[in-house]
């Protein structure tokens, strides 16, 4: 166990959105931290057991019902994942995506007036901008994650509730995830099973993004909740980019695929960001465990076991 963890043990977390991607994460390190596990989801039928783990079925844009869970949960720690993260269905769904972004931590924050001594961990994006005239969202997703930030800062202020932010950068691993990694590990593993298809495309070869392992990104969060200042938003990232095209041939690689690839000639990533640097993370003790190779591996493992839905 890691130093700025163990206040964690023996203490109730909820975790909301917690049987997506990061969600199934976070429950299995939480409970193995020795903290008691309220997880809320959709329906809490079919869920994989776990030790410590206690599933909560609600739904996160009826406050009656959020209210009603968390009344009975009496946390004292809440990590919120739950919302919507895919940028070309936000283009789709808007206005779904302001909902479930934006009044979900709203009636979740409400929810919790009623204990202020518990602590939340808010986990947006960072593709959220600020809210001036200077600063214009790029899609709906980025304004929806925009808007989150401003309410559950706002409601920290409002309130004095005890509310940080964590804005990952691209997570990965194994598990039901919708990002870059895991569709590219879909498609190489349909392409083993049949094959026929046409070239993946990959908008740039030249984009260039942070990776980090999900079950870092987690250990991350269990640092912030004992250490991080409430009001502040903290990186949770790598701190090294790759480009799209190194991250696409070492996957195929690692595979052993020749699987056909077109890259676009989209201009829109190939502009060098400012690398991000978790500092309070660093200072805290954490740094990232999995190397990247390895997450990449467990990728290509997870769909090769058929867990994918291939």
């Given amino acids: 166990m890691d130093e700025g963890t163990k206040l964690l043990q023996g203490k109730v977390i909820l975790i909301t959105g917690a049987s997506g991607f990061t969600g199934e994460h976070a429950c299995r390190y939480f409970s193995a931290l020795g903290m008691q596990v309220a997880a809320m989801v959709r329906d809490e039928h079919n869920k994989p057991a776990m ?30 994942l739950g919302g919507k993260n895919s940028v070309p269905e936000s283009w789709k769904e808007p206005i779904l995506y302001m909902e479930s972004n934006v009044l979900s931590v709203l009636y979740l924050l409400d929810a919790l007036r009623s204990f202020p001594a518990c602590r939340v961990l808010i986990v947006g994006s960072r593709l959220s901008v600020g809210l001036t005239l200077g600063d214009r969202p790029q899609h709906p997703y980025s304004l929806s994650k925009s808007l989150q930030k401003a309410a559950a800062l706002s409601w920290k202020e409002l309130f ?151």
């Fill in 160 to 310: 004095g509730q005890d509310v940080i932010l964590a804005e990952p950068c691209n997570l990965i691993g194994p598990g039901p995830s919708t990002g870059f990694c895991s569709l590219l590990g879909r498609r190489i593993l349909q392409e083993e099973r049949g094959g026929g298809l046409p070239p993946f495309q990959v908008s740039s070869r030249h984009g260039r993004r942070d990776f980090l392992d999900v079950r870092d990104a987690v250990r991350g969060y269990g640092f912030l909740l004992t250490g991080g200042r409430s009001g502040e938003v903290y990186q949770v990232c790598s701190g090294t980019e790759r480009s799209l095209e190194e991250v696409t041939n070492a996957m195929l690689r690692l595979a052993g695929s020749e699987m056909s690839v077109h890259w676009g000639e989209s201009r829109s990533e190939d502009a060098v960001a400012e690398i991000l640097k978790p500092q309070f993370l660093e200072s805290a003790g954490w740094s990232p465990r999995i190397p990247f190779e390895t997450s990449l591996q467990d990728v290509i493992h997870y769909f090769r076991a058929e867990k994918g839905g291939i």
């Fill in 51 to 80: 030790n410590g783990v206690t599933y909560y079925s609600c739904n996160l844009l009826v406050a009656d019902e959020v209210d009603s869970v968390v009344r009975k949960i009496t946390p004292d720690y809440v990590l919120h």
